[in-house]
């Protein structure tokens, strides 16, 4: 018998049932993107027509998503890790937009991280399962719709994951002659200099009777020195 396969009610084609009661066809000419209503009818040799089977609808896709806009990242109270940022928070938030109903895989220097589906609103939300290392992290995502097709990877975010705590030193007060004031000891100077050591980059707080009085940027040398504004 010979199988006459129809396209949204068109023939596109018909094969032949094998010994074995089977057939299979594939078509010649791809389907062009939307929905099919794919059904079916026999022939005998006589040239007898069955009724046509119950329909099955499929949707051909061969378009990919577009290319996302560059993932955003977060720390815990909200605040955006700007490319090429530093933060002590080893699982931030990574979030962006999409097609709703997509899946969003996160990649982390290259790796998988994880994925998410794109919520109703067409956007998603991803904290990682696990500390991230402390080090540069290159992070970008590729969008996939239901029916297999892949975007172009993001440009990357890249940030720093930094957890290890600074260590104190304690800090050197001098006078205007540039003379160590002791610990415990006394000058008349009310506006002496303190300065210190630290991690280039870093800021130090100096905080007087546990009240914070002023900050500075520890300079590329390691060194940091402040002098207050008032008496």
Do not use: C, R
């Not at 329909?55 to 996302?68: K, N």
């Amino acid at each position: 018998n010979v199988i006459t396969i129809y396209d949204n009610g068109t023939a596109i084609g018909s094969t032949t049932i094998d010994a074995n009661g089977k057939w299979s066809w594939t078509p010649v000419t791809p389907m062009a993107d939307g929905s099919h209503a794919l059904d079916t009818t026999e022939t005998d040799p006589a040239g007898n027509v069955s009724d046509a089977s119950d329909a099955i609808t499929i949707v051909v896709d061969t378009t990919p998503p577009d290319q996302s806009t560059v993932p955003t990242i977060t720390d815990g109270a909200g605040n955006v890790i700007d490319g090429g940022g530093a933060t002590n928070e080893a699982q931030p938030t990574i979030s962006g937009e999409g097609e709703a109903g997509n899946t969003v895989v996160i990649y982390d220097n290259d790796q998988p991280i994880g994925s998410v589906v794109v919520d109703a609103d067409g956007s998603w939300s991803f904290t990682p399962d696990a500390p991230m290392a402390d080090g540069s992290h290159s992070i970008n995502t590729v969008e996939t719709d239901p029916a297999g097709n892949s975007s172009a990877p993001t440009a990357a975010e890249v940030i720093t994951i930094d957890t290890v705590v600074p260590s104190a030193v304690v800090p050197t007060i001098t006078d205007g002659a540039g003379n160590v004031i002791d610990n415990g000891g006394a000058t008349n100077e009310a506006q002496p200099t303190i300065s210190g050591e630290g991690e280039a980059g870093n800021t130090v707080v100096i905080y007087d009777n546990d009240q914070p009085i002023g900050s500075v940027v520890v300079d590329a040398d390691g060194s940091w020195s402040f002098t207050p504004d008032a008496p």
